[in-house]
């Protein structure tokens, strides 16, 4: 098992920046497992952000150039850092993982990944 536990949603401007943090623990090995983040509004349904699978970064064109994934595997936390935040970034974000998947995983559906955090709410005011 696989705990995930994000931290460091906020409520700012647009043009602000925000970095949020997404704390594993369990049977969790930084070599193992892809970490993902999906972002999710009321009555829609839980949208793919990005993701870092071994060495790859995978970003929906919405925040290509604005948000960057990273991962530190000694403290087995992954990030989200986001720049040039927009209204439309408004969204309770959460922190995903799964075993390293190939190229033939369907990455983008939520119901893809094994492991979920709780969720941090992400708002931007114009």
């Known amino acids: 098992q696989v705990q995930l536990v994000e931290s460091g949603g906020a409520l700012v401007q647009a043009g602000d920046s925000l970095r949020l943090s997404c704390a594993a623990s369990?049977?969790?090995?930084?070599?193992?497992?892809?970490v993902g983040w999906f972002r999710q509004t009321p009555g829609k349904e839980r949208e793919f952000v990005t993701a870092?699978?071994?060495?790859?970064?995978i970003y929906v064109d919405s925040v290509k150039g604005r948000f960057t994934i990273s991962r530190d595997n000694v403290k087995n936390t992954a990030y989200l850092q986001m720049n040039n935040l927009k209204p439309e970034d408004t969204a309770v974000y959460y922190c995903?993982?799964?075993?390293?998947?190939?190229?033939?995983?369907?990455?983008?559906?939520?119901?893809?990944?094994?492991?979920w955090g709780q969720g941090t709410q992400v708002t931007v005011s114009s």
């Open positions: 995903a993982a799964t075993p390293i998947f190939t190229g033939s995983y369907d990455y983008l559906r939520h119901t893809s990944w094994h492991y």
């Open positions: 369990g049977r969790t090995s930084g070599y193992d497992y892809a």
């Open positions: 870092l699978n071994w060495n790859d970064r």
